[in-house]
T-cell receptor, first 112, second 115 residues
């Protein structure tokens, strides 16, 4: 079964600075997708960014970008110019041929 | 509707009672998922439905948990003889299809408290 590991239970960043959240995964599949979801205190899960495994170019969405290292099975999320509204739980997720599996999450705190 | 809708938003029940949680997926989405999220923890996969195929029940933690879905519409997650460890947020999500590449969209969850 595919597993997703987020080794940082908590992270903190100063407003306007950059932070990187780590994620690694384990799979034997060759075709898959990776996602980062954000869960603010409202509990609503929000898609932040997604990456197709067969694309070498790292996905970018405004201040959010990923560093996808397929051989290392690593998929980190970089948040630039952090804002107070970025404070939330962030979940890394893997989507293969069956369901979608999530990591345990990283709680991000943004300090003003 | 525009998004995934779940009800009730919050439910407090006594230990030993049965509860039903409802999920209305996004119209046209053939795939539907249920996850459990205990306080401060990650998402635990429970079950998913894909069209008329047999559901993947591999994540259900015990036989007290069951779920049904009528066609490609509403799903109900039932927990029988609730226990305190069942207290959690139950998240429902839907997507156009299962498999690599699908983006799943979540509801706001049903917060279950068993007292």
């Amino acid at each position: 079964a595919q597993t997703v590991t987020q080794s940082q239970p908590e992270m903190s960043v100063q407003e306007a600075e950059t932070v990187t959240l780590s994620c690694t995964y384990d799979t034997s599949e060759s075709d898959y997708y990776l996602f980062w979801y954000k869960q603010p205190p409202s509990r609503q899960m929000i898609l932040v960014i997604r990456q197709e495994a067969y694309k070498q170019q790292n996905a970018t969405e405004n201040r959010f970008s990923v560093n996808f290292q397929k051989a290392a099975k690593s998929f980190s999320l970089k948040i630039s110019d952090s804002q107070l509204g970025d404070a939330a739980m962030y979940f890394c997720a893997y989507s293969g041929n069956n369901d979608m599996r999530f990591g345990a999450g990283t709680r991000l705190t943004v300090k003003p | 509707g525009a998004g995934v809708s779940q009800s009730p938003s919050n439910k407090v029940t006594e230990k030993g009672k049965d509860v039903e949680l409802r999920c209305d997926p996004i119209s046209g989405h053939t795939a539907l998922y249920w996850y459990r999220q205990r306080l401060g923890q990650g998402l635990e996969f429970l079950i998913y439905f894909q069209g008329n195929s047999a559901p993947d029940k591999s994540g259900l933690p015990s036989d007290r948990f069951s779920a049904e879905r009528t066609g490609e519409s509403v799903s109900t997650l039932t927990i029988q003889r609730t226990q305190q460890e069942d207290s959690a947020v139950y998240l429902c999500a839907s997507s156009l299809w299962t498999g690599a590449g699908n983006t799943i969209y979540f509801g706001e969850g049903s917060w279950l408290t068993v007292v």
